[in-house]
């Protein structure tokens, strides 16, 4: 399986944009970018995934570069509630595994 | 939005006894679910995936005998950890895929097993 790194932790001031990254420089062409999050003691929430394009939901953006070996996610106005470990998974189509990494852990600093 | 329960979220019980925990896709219809492990401050660690009506697919080292998975309906998934021991303690998590065309996995909020 193609790897993903991620940093291991990341501050932010409360409702200021975050931007968390992703290299995955082995993914390959049929790879999609997935990102969950998982807030304390709960199971993990599904953000937002995207294969090349940009793509917007109601709780981020998934930035791609165009050689699709980096994305970034990025929180538009962070909020406490955001605090989470955040997790950068590639997820072979057709493939239902999802395989979880170390995950950045995102602290807002109020 | 999909949502998964998982029953009950907390559970004490003594070494040498088994335990059950259930997990229900309570709005949409699951042929999928998978049942992950998680140790403080460790990653989610994926243990099986089990099919309805069919057995479950247990990921290397995990001990198929010792946790028992049923999938009986395409709403319920069960996980029953026989014979318990304090290195079973961890936190519990399963997963719903829908079966729609992409059949994005929907996370239950987590059951704590704490053995003595």
């Known amino acids: 399986d193609a790897k993903t790194t991620q940093p291991n932790s990341m501050e932010s001031n409360e409702e200021e944009p975050v931007h968390l990254p992703c290299n995955h420089s082995?993914?390959?062409?049929?790879?999609?970018i997935h990102w969950y999050r998982q807030l304390p003691s709960q199971g993990p929430e599904y953000v937002i995934h995207?294969?090349?394009s940009n793509v917007n939901n109601r709780m981020a953006s998934l930035a791609i570069a165009e050689d699709r070996k980096s994305s970034t996610l990025i929180l538009h106005r962070a909020t406490l509630r955001d605090a989470a470990v955040y997790y950068c998974i590639l997820r072979l189509f057709g493939n239902e595994k999802l395989t979880f990494g170390t995950g950045t852990r995102l602290t807002i600093i109020p | 939005g999909a949502v998964v329960s998982q029953h009950p979220s907390r559970v004490i019980c003594k070494s040498g006894t088994s335990v059950k925990i259930e997990c229900r896709s309570l709005?949409?219809?699951?042929?999928?679910m998978f049942w992950y492990r998680q140790f403080p401050k460790q990653s989610l660690m994926l243990m099986a995936t089990?099919?309805?009506?069919?057995?479950?697919?247990?990921e290397q080292g995990v001990e198929k005998d010792k946790f028992l998975i049923n999938h009986a309906s395409l709403t319920l998934s069960t996980l029953t950890v026989t014979s318990a021991h304090p290195e079973d303690s961890s936190f519990y998590i399963c997963?719903?895929?829908?079966?729609?065309?992409?059949?994005?996995?929907?996370f239950g909020p987590g059951t704590r097993l704490t053995v003595t």
């Open positions: 082995t993914i390959s062409g049929t790879d999609y």
């Open positions: 709005d949409f219809q699951a042929t999928t």
């Open positions: 089990s099919n309805e009506g069919s057995k479950a697919t247990y």
């Open positions: 995207g294969l090349t």
């Open positions: 997963s719903a895929r829908d079966t729609g065309f992409w059949g994005e996995q929907y």
